[in-house]
């Protein structure tokens, strides 16, 4: 495939032998959304009924926006829970049990990474 952009892509290009394109997209995404993520991270429903552990989401959510290693796709798979979640009582085709916790007001995540 190289051979054949040859003359069409320029040769530093050509050259490159690795792509940092997917590595920092997470991060960008973390970074873009960052006020929305505060916002579900105050009364998270994840942790009120008990799939996720609040703090340690909190710190993970952090630790990712500072550049820390973590598990990327674990992380935006407890995001998406979260809002599939909020998403699915939304729509009242589940209620929250009267078993769960009630929220607490949250401390504000940091805003500096």
């Given at each position: 495939?190289?051979?054949?952009?040859?003359?069409?892509?320029?040769?530093?290009?050509l050259?490159?032998?690795?792509?940092?394109?997917?590595?920092?997209?997470?991060?960008?995404?973390?970074e873009?959304h960052?006020?929305?993520?505060?916002?579900?991270?105050?009364?998270?429903?994840?942790?009120?009924?008990?799939?996720?552990h609040?703090?340690?989401?909190?710190?993970?959510?952090?630790?990712?926006?500072?550049?820390?290693?973590?598990?990327?796709?674990?992380?935006?798979?407890?995001?998406?829970?979260?809002?599939?979640?909020?998403?699915?009582?939304?729509?009242?085709?589940?209620?929250?049990?009267?078993?769960?916790?009630?929220?607490?007001?949250?401390?504000?995540?940091?805003?500096?990474?």
């Amino acid at each position: 495939m190289r051979r054949s952009l040859v003359g069409i892509v320029p040769r530093e290009i050509l050259a490159r032998r690795t792509k940092q394109i997917g590595a920092r997209t997470p991060l960008l995404m973390l970074e873009k959304h960052w006020d929305e993520l505060q916002s579900i991270c105050r009364l998270p429903l994840c942790s009120s009924l008990g799939y996720v552990h609040e703090t340690e989401l909190l710190k993970t959510i952090c630790d990712a926006r500072a550049g820390k290693m973590v598990s990327l796709v674990r992380l935006l798979w407890t995001i998406s829970l979260e809002y599939w979640l909020r998403d699915v009582v939304a729509r009242g085709l589940v209620e929250v049990p009267a078993f769960c916790p009630p929220a607490t007001p949250r401390q504000e995540l940091p805003v500096s990474a």
